[in-house]
């Protein structure tokens, strides 16, 4: 199994040497951008397997969460945010740019590599058509085939980043049971997580967006109210 290729975004270069020091000892593949046209000739140019922002940049030209957007515009590898800023308005601004986590510092390493493994574990399954569970998920017009991790609504294909297909495909297997916040977000993101509740209401959001004809009276993915969300399936 190839190395996973990780591209550190920031201008803090202290900061970016010891999380590059911490990631090439665990076996990754890292690089270093230090602003937006850097990002775009790197990306122009090479595959990355996730791509790590700190959002703190010191150039008052340079926009980290439009670096996301950038990014997300060419790739769908994970992005995970870094920042100081421990704001919810920030971080629903970064989630709906793309972001896939968003880590507040100061943060344990222990942390921070726990997040790591859990972005390029969502990478690899997104990228391997080897489910063990393979099928066809078919409910009103919203058609889920597992095998090829394709989905399609009346016909046309619905483009999810690996995040929002995990996270559809993990409600559609359990359709018709109430699955709780804290569940999804173990199951989705990894056994680290658990309160991060933003998260959820921004990609179930943006997965109404894709799948529901009305996505503020949603007949897919149905919101129980202070418990979590059920996927009904048609009777």
């Known amino acids: 199994m190839n190395a996973a290729k990780i591209l550190l975004i920031g ?54 969460l439009r670096i996301c957007r950038k990014i997300r515009e060419v790739s769908h590898a994970p992005v995970i945010i870094l920042s100081s800023i421990d704001s919810e308005k920030t971080k629903v601004e970064a989630l709906d740019l793309g972001a896939d986590d968003y880590l507040v510092m100061p943060f344990g390493m222990s942390e921070f590599l726990a997040r790591v493994r859990s972005a390029l574990r969502r990478w690899d399954t997104f990228q391997s058509n080897n489910e063990l569970q393979s099928s066809i998920i078919l409910t009103g017009d919203l058609f889920i085939d597992t095998e090829s991790r394709q989905v399609t609504l009346r016909g046309d294909p619905v483009h999810l980043t690996p995040t929002e297909y995990e996270l559809l495909q993990y409600l559609a297997r359990n359709g018709g049971k109430v699955i709780t916040h804290r569940e999804l977000l173990q199951s989705v993101w990894g056994p680290e997580y658990g309160d991060e509740r933003e998260y959820l209401r921004v990609f179930i959001s943006q997965l109404r967006y894709k799948i529901e004809t009305n996505p503020l009276r949603p007949c897919y993915i149905v919101t129980e109210p202070g418990v979590g969300y059920r996927f009904a399936v048609e009777k």
């Open 11 to 64: 201008d803090e270069l202290n900061i970016l040497r010891t999380l590059r020091r911490n990631l090439v000892g665990r076996g990754y593949l890292v690089q270093l951008a230090l602003d937006d046209q850097e990002v775009v000739s790197m990306t122009s140019t090479e595959k990355f397997d996730l791509f790590i922002i700190n959002l703190d940049f010191e150039t008052d030209n340079v926009d980290g």
